[in-house]
């Protein structure tokens, strides 16, 4: 045989295998999960860990609460995780399965209905939300109805989330070839597990969690749990100062604010998924309308006593983030910034005692009518007989206030007039208040594909489009008149286009035209994260925010890209596209608006007492990955057969090695080397 025959048939040899690690073969990855993980505050923790090494057991797949029965049931000394649809998943069921030590974690999957939404009504928050952070005689309502409290449960094993149907079938199968039979024997034969992975680091609470994180206590330094929070967003009307950047913008030194605020996030039991349409960003897509619109009406200040101020909250879901550090900020004359003054520039900090009314935006849906609800009704007169004259179908409410974000003003002692807007009167008319279906087929939202601003007839006259832009034009003619004294008469409306593409950018796709228009570049074409996240890492959410109100609200300037000496602490200039339309050619825009942190009081104030209660606590579990798998669990005759022979071999080959270590010089001849080394 010739050597390149030789090359060529190794050759050959090589390239037919094919290596496989050994875990490869035995267990099959389980995608489009999503897990349930641990949150903390200042008494408690709550949420999900798996085993530092993972959580495993026999699956059980279930379709109805019969299937229930045997695995509750069941007491044959092998650990079960539960496959359940998400409409069984109640606090009741919960309950029973905390009380069995054979349930070693839960599998939750989905199953659609003709209307894409799996049951009539899921919330997994309390009935009143943030019930720790509101005013006396809140939670004497319950708000969220349909609330199930999961969400403040501190579970003892693992849960996670199933979204894909070929994944749901996966596990059925697998289910359905080795478990659903003869359940009795169940002992004796192998059968279809699988392993869950999310082992969180923090326990017991916010304040032990970081004294554990501390160098002084932790030789091996490590971070167990940061605090919850990221950044809130603000832009004025007109500039919040003055500067020589705008010498005709002088603004009187007594005027008052309007602050229009809403949220920003939503939160649910699972990671990454809290797409909050109804919770949040109906709410905050009326107030971006209403910004966008209300600057045509006004493009330039002439000598008012009021100027509107919109800040979009963030970390709301978990006792009033945002709002609490804004009111913390105003007290300490922090807000936006602390009193500044140069020789071409002069702002001062927004105080309590400068807000001439706080209104908030919540939750809006398309009701017949839509509700406000305020404390003080006489000393609102004035704001609320305008808000009434232009919106239509209004229902006033003075006896109690909901668990919304003007809770942190209202708590306050001298706290500024406070209403909030909403769909509701006494109960959320959202079945699903921040959970993982609160999303576009919930507020019955389908995109228009609009690529001419001539095409924007087209939108249905019931669409939740149409009636959001009714809302903005109603607001803004209030805010108008409340800034001018004056009725508005001009023709000014509000933009279809913009309110179409908004929901769509914030619900379906964040790689919509006004986002490409922002910042350069493609984005996924999914929805984007509405969890407030921890404060060590940024949240582009917020960022596209704060671009957005430069967009509809920022004064241009010029084209082209802004000049590199515009430095002020009154404006912030911009380099973004012209418009949606003409994204390859850049403009400058020339904006007041600004982030502030949405990080609570309690992280910085020195010796804060964490049982208090005053200020928000939350911080989140460091966790090192989330996974599922599946995998072939051997009977336990088969598992202790297997050990038995392992030992054997390995008795065997201790003998033989002995064995032949005695006979070394019988059976292995003793060469002597009668040749010398060379030399070196």
């Known amino acids: 045989m010739s050597p390149m025959f030789k090359y060529i048939l190794i050759f050959a040899l090589c390239a037919s295998v094919h290596s496989q690690r050994t875990k490869d073969k035995m267990y099959d990855e389980v995608d489009g999960i999503s897990a349930c993980f641990r949150r903390l505050n200042g008494t408690h923790q709550i949420g999900c860990s798996s085993k530092r090494d993972g959580s495993t057991g026999v699956i059980h797949f279930v379709d109805s609460p019969s299937d229930l029965n045997f695995v509750l049931d069941v007491k044959n000394g092998l650990d079960y995780i539960p496959v359940i649809p998400i409409e069984l998943f109640t606090r009741e069921l919960n309950s029973k399965l905390q009380l069995l030590d054979h349930i070693s974690g839960l599998l939750v999957y989905n199953i659609e209905n003709e209307q894409k939404l799996p049951v009539n009504h899921y919330s997994p928050d309390l009935k009143c939300p943030n019930e720790g952070s509101n005013i006396q005689g809140t939670c004497d309502t319950k708000w969220n109805f349909f609330g199930n409290s999961l969400l403040a449960e501190d579970f003892k094993f693992p849960v996670f989330y199933l979204d894909k149907e070929k994944e749901v079938k996966k596990v059925r199968d697998c289910f359905g070839k080795f478990n659903n039979f003869s359940f009795d024997e169940h002992t004796s034969r192998s059968l279809c597990s699988i392993e869950l992975q999310s082992f969180m680091f923090a326990a017991y609470d916010t304040p032990t969690c970081l004294r554990r994180s501390q160098s002084v206590v932790n030789m091996n330094p490590m971070k167990f749990c940061d605090a919850l929070g990221d950044q809130n967003v603000w832009a004025s009307l007109f500039p919040i100062g003055n500067s020589t950047l705008s010498p005709a913008v002088v603004l009187k030194s007594n005027i008052k604010q309007i602050l229009v605020v809403s949220r920003i996030d939503a939160t649910s039991l699972f990671y990454n ?27 330039t200040y002439e000598d008012y006593d009021r100027n509107v101020v919109f800040i979009l909250f963030n970390g709301e879901s978990f006792d009033y983030i945002g709002s609490q550090r804004i009111v913390y900020d105003m007290k300490k004359g922090e807000f936006p910034r602390s009193e500044y003054t140069s020789t071409t520039e002069h702002s001062n900090p927004i105080r309590f005692e400068d807000i001439d009314t706080v209104f908030e935006i919540s939750q809006i849906t398309n009701t017949p009518k839509l509700h406000l609800h305020l404390l003080n009704e006489p000393e609102q007169s004035e704001f609320l007989n305008i808000l009434k004259k232009n919106l239509l179908n209004i229902e006033i409410h003075t006896d109690t206030i909901p668990p919304t974000s003007i809770q942190s003003f209202i708590r306050e002692k001298n706290a500024p007039k406070s209403l909030v807007l909403t769909d509701y009167a006494t109960n959320f008319t959202n079945a699903y208040y921040n959970s993982i279906y609160d999303n576009s087929n919930n507020i019955k939202f389908v995109y228009q594909n609009i690529t001419n601003g001539d095409d924007v007839d087209t939108l249905p006259k019931d669409s939740i489009q149409v009636f959001i832009g009714g809302v903005v034009d109603g607001i803004a003619k209030t805010l108008y008149e409340a800034v001018t004294k004056r009725e508005y008469k001009g023709t000014e409306r509000y933009n279809k286009y913009y309110i179409n593409e908004l929901l769509h950018c914030y619900l379906e796709s964040a790689n919509c035209s006004i986002h490409r228009a922002l910042r350069k570049g493609s984005f996924q074409p999914v929805p984007l994260s509405l969890y407030v996240g921890v404060t060590v890492s940024s949240n582009i959410m917020t960022n596209l925010l704060a671009l957005t109100f430069a967009f509809f609200m920022g004064d241009t300037i010029g084209k082209g890209a802004c000049p590199l000496n515009m430095s002020s602490h009154v404006y912030y200039h911009f380099n973004m596209s012209q418009s949606v339309l003409q994204r390859n050619e850049t403009q400058c825009y020339r904006i007041s608006m600004n982030l502030t942190d949405a990080e609570s009081p309690a992280f910085l104030i ?16 460091v966790w090192r990955e989330f996974n599922v ?30 064995c032949i270590n ?8 003793n060469i002597t080397t009668t040749t010398p080394p060379a030399n070196c």
């Open 273 to 299: 998924l809290e797409p909050g349409a109804q919770s949040a960003v109906t709410g905050m897509v009326t107030l971006l309308g209403v910004a966008e619109l209300l600057k045509r009406m006004l493009p």
């Open 606 to 621: 020195d010796g804060y007492d964490w049982t208090s209660g005053e200020y928000s606590s939350w911080t989140e579990s």
């Open 629 to 658: 798998r599946l995998f072939l669990k051997p009977a336990r005759a088969h598992e202790i057969m297997t050990l038995v022979v392992g030992l054997v071999v390995f008795l065997a080959s201790m003998a033989i090695t002995l």
């Open 662 to 669: 005695r006979k070394k010089d019988v059976l292995f001849e």
